[in-house]
């Protein structure tokens, strides 16, 4: 039974590759409230979907991709459990996001098991993820570059995911959403720990992050002539990082569920499309 969800229609491209990544999952994130007994837990990656958590799902379909390695969750002790479960390795948290995200790769490159020289970072909280999606990412993903992000069209993502209420960035290219998964050489950001502090703490406004990159670039913004490569200009003169989109990335890879309203909004649109093939 085939819903938007689980669709896939990117190719993929070969490859001759033989390495295999790692991937650091930082899965801390804490929901309260009506969200957080919706979901009967207080961690967002333990929310049950379709029978089993996030995390666990997470897992599988990074799993299922034949281009993954290991698999290091960082979050609290009953993450790290749910973690081990499914085959993942886990370590303790630490006090925010960026403190996580730099645990795991401090552990990677310490470890002699790192097989790859970059690390994949995704979010643990991506209902409709799927391995095709995974797999295309990374062979798409520019060999030059330090970082590499999925870009998402808000055309695409609307077509998955209709009336979703997401907020689109709008790009002289097209309006479009990143995603959360990302590519990503580790030394090239070990020293810009506390530029990656000021971005996480903006992440959620689109204003306060384009304030961040400077009144030139806040102008093309206003006047929608910011083009992403702009943007990949300007995060190299800041972060001097080799900064890539991947454009017309698959929707899978921006699915994510932040509030109440996502989770609610999902199971709609599930329980609607699995109801129209019965």
């Known amino acids: ?21 790692n991937v650091v999952m930082p899965a801390g994130g804490r929901i309260s409230g009506a969200f957080a007994e919706a979901a009967k837990t207080e961690f967002k990656s333990l929310t049950i979907w379709q029978g089993q958590s996030l995390l666990k799902r997470t897992v599988h379909q990074l799993q299922q991709s034949g281009i993954i390695n290991r698999v290091l969750v960082i979050g609290p002790q009953e993450v790290l459990n749910e973690a081990q479960s499914c085959g993942a390795e886990g370590i303790a948290e630490g006090s925010s996001g960026p403190d996580n995200l730099f645990l795991g790769l401090e552990y990677l490159l310490k470890s002699e098991k790192n097989t790859a020289n970059k690390v994949l970072i995704c979010a643990s909280d991506m209902p409709a993820l799927s391995s095709n999606s995974i797999q295309w990412f990374v062979e798409n993903s520019p060999a030059e570059s330090d970082i590499t992000v999925p870009v998402i069209t808000a055309s695409d ?63 093309k913004y206003i006047t929608r002539q910011l083009s992403i490569n702009d943007i990949e200009r300007r995060c190299e003169e800041i972060l001097g990082w080799k900064g890539r989109a991947v454009r017309n990335a698959p929707p899978d890879l921006a699915c994510d569920i932040d509030t109440l309203e996502d989770y609610n909004y999902l199971k709609r649109l599930i329980c609607d499309e699995e109801d129209s093939v019965q």
């Not at 990117?10 to 590759?17: A, C, G, I, R």
């Not at 709008?170 to 720990?193: H, W, Y």
């Open 1 to 21: 039974m085939s819903h938007a969800l689980d669709s896939q229609t990117h190719s993929l491209k070969s490859t001759d590759s033989p390495d295999l990544f």
């Open 157 to 219: 993502y609307e077509k998955a995911y209709p009336q979703s209420g997401s907020v689109y960035v709008p790009v002289k290219d097209g309006a479009s959403t990143m995603g959360c998964l990302f590519l990503l050489r580790p030394e090239a950001i070990m020293n810009q720990k506390k530029r990656i502090d000021e971005v996480f703490r903006s992440r959620k406004s689109q204003w306060n992050t384009f304030q961040m990159l400077g009144p030139m670039f806040l102008l």
